[in-house]
């Protein structure tokens, strides 16, 4: 990878865009250290052009959420010939789906809590359609993450609440059965598990708050299971990783119940890298400092249509640079856009 100018793709146009902007200045810092040629680019509607502009080997996928996270912007880098972090399109979209990816879970007998899903036309009849599935139950919105839009709902009062809520995230909410037990993540690296860590919130969730606030959530490395637990944890997650396709640093969301049950919840295809996320602390656990596990990110990019990796790749076309461009292996990092 020496030599190589490599674009950080941050911030985005969805609800975890502030999410993202701390992840790609976490990832671009690490870059730097390392030696690279880096240029932070803010991702918005003209990011194509800008892509085009910024002369980039490669880019460091470091977005959340809709546009950037669900197969949107690695297509785009896929036409435009960059090899890029991360999965594919395909596996983007599966992933950041959470409908479909439960489907592709019973599909390869990966356990998941039972569900049921909402349309907005269908939404005032929400109560209705719930029928004798239960409380309490989970809401959350088909296409998000960060625990953006998720309420767990404790009987009939609150259900039209937290619908109406993930409906203001997407058109179509998911309801899903609650599983009580320990929330358990498993880090993965190019298919290879590098552990379980167990969080323990000091709110009723692991919610958007308890992720990014320090000090809200309590962490156990390795977590708090048997042996022999541990492992089906591993491999269900392993398991589940290789049914939805992705690649690269993936993180998988399990609930682990007292009795012998483990529940995939979903598969993250570009988990969040800062300081208090999780597969920064999973990789430590196996090894690798943060910068160690960028450089491994980084290494594993590719176009997967045309499987061209990111060393020696030629630079696609349109990417002149402008002549004022300062250039070299230590040259300040440009801004292509800033999004205020």
């Known amino acids: 990878m020496a030599g190589r100018r490599v674009g950080v793709l941050m911030g985005g146009m969805s609800s975890e865009r502030d ?51 669900d197969g949107c912007i690695q297509g785009l880098l896929e036409i435009l010939g960059i090899p890029y972090t991360g999965s594919g399109v395909l596996a983007s979209a599966l992933a950041m789906d959470k409908l479909k990816s439960k489907e592709i879970f019973r599909l390869h007998n990966v356990a998941t809590p039972p569900y049921y899903s ?11 359609i719930h029928g004798s599935f239960g409380f309490p139950a989970v809401v959350k919105p088909r296409r998000e993450g960060s625990s953006v839009g998720v309420s767990i709902v404790h009987d009939a009062a609150g259900l039209a609440e937290a619908v109406e809520q993930a409906m203001r ?7 899903e059965r609650f599983i009580k037990g320990k929330e358990v993540q498993v880090g993965l690296l190019d298919g290879r598990v590098l552990g379980a860590i167990e969080i323990v919130p000091k709110r009723e969730f692991y919610d958007y708050q308890a992720k990014y606030t320090p000090g809200m959530t309590e962490y156990f490395f390795p977590a708090r299971l048997s042996p022999t637990r541990y492992r089906c944890v591993l491999t269900l997650a392993e398991k589940a990783n290789q049914a939805v396709g992705c690649t690269g640093a993936v993180r998988i969301d399990l609930i682990v119940t007292d009795g012998d049950n483990e529940y995939v919840l979903e598969v993250n295809s570009l988990p969040g890298m800062t300081p208090t996320s999780l597969l920064p602390k999973i990789a430590a656990g196996a090894g690798y400092s943060y910068d160690k596990l960028v450089e491994a990110i980084l290494a594993g990019a590719r176009c997967h249509v045309g499987g061209a990796r990111s060393g020696g790749v030629a630079s696609p076309a349109g990417h002149e640079p402008p002549a004022s461009e300062e250039t ?13």
């Not at 902007?21 to 250290?33: D, P």
């Not at 909402?118 to 209705?128: G, N």
């Not at 300040?332 to 856009?337: E, G, H, K, L, Y």
């Open 19 to 69: 999410v993202s902007l701390k992840t790609g200045e976490a990832v671009a810092e690490s870059l730097q250290r390392l030696g690279h040629d880096v240029v932070r680019i803010f991702v918005d509607g003209d990011v194509d052009r800008v892509l085009r502009q910024s002369r980039i080997d490669v880019a460091f996928v470091a977005l959340h959420g809709k546009f950037g996270e």
């Open 118 to 128: 909402l349309r907005e036309p269908d939404a005032d009849r929400a109560l209705a």
């Open 169 to 175: 995230f997407d058109d179509e909410a998911i309801v």
């Open 328 to 340: 070299g292996s230590n040259a300040s990092p440009a801004r292509a856009r800033l999004v205020s």
